[in-house]
């Protein structure tokens, strides 16, 4: 268990360093490893292809710069998955009156996602972004089903076996 926390924060240093020098940068999303290319344009923006993630910018040396574009361009990107996940899973949970949530989407330490039945709400962590689409839509189930049955009884999991027939494989 320390040997594991010990590689978790080693391997969170190493990112923020390259993040930094900008060298070597890969960015995982939807399960897949995307290289991140810096080109030289006189516009700002960052797009992403079938290979790559592209980030376009003025000066190239300027990795704060570069960062603030690619931090942005996820964000949004992060957003627009995740609502299209929600509204696909959602489209199950319509016949048992359940209302589409509002989605906050956070940095979190410790947990995937949270639920708030009381406010209608899902909370997201955007690190998921990097997991495959099956296991985002798999969090967003569980989530769902929190509207009906706020506990892990097993109600809670013969409703989520009914309505995401995969979660376990997806969860592995």
Known sequence: MIAQAV???????????QQKSGLGERAVILGKEYPVITVSDRREYAEM???SIIIHIKDTQNTERRNTILTAWLKEYTKEVFLAVMHD???????LGIAFPE?????MTARWR???????????NRRMIEAPINCIA????????????????????SLLDKMC?????DKK
Request: charged share 25%; net charge positive; proline share 5%.
């Open 7 to 17: 590689k978790s924060v080693a391997a969170r240093e190493l990112i923020k360093a």
């Open 49 to 51: 292809n079938d290979s």
């Open 89 to 95: 899973v959602h489209k199950k949970f319509i016949p």
């Open 103 to 107: 989605l906050k989407i956070r940095s």
């Open 114 to 124: 949270s639920c708030h039945t009381y406010k209608g709400m899902i909370v997201l």
């Open 138 to 157: 798999h969090v967003a189930a569980h989530e769902f089903c929190h509207f009906i049955y706020p506990d892990h009884s097993q109600q809670f999991y």
């Open 165 to 169: 027939p995969s979660w376990r494989e």
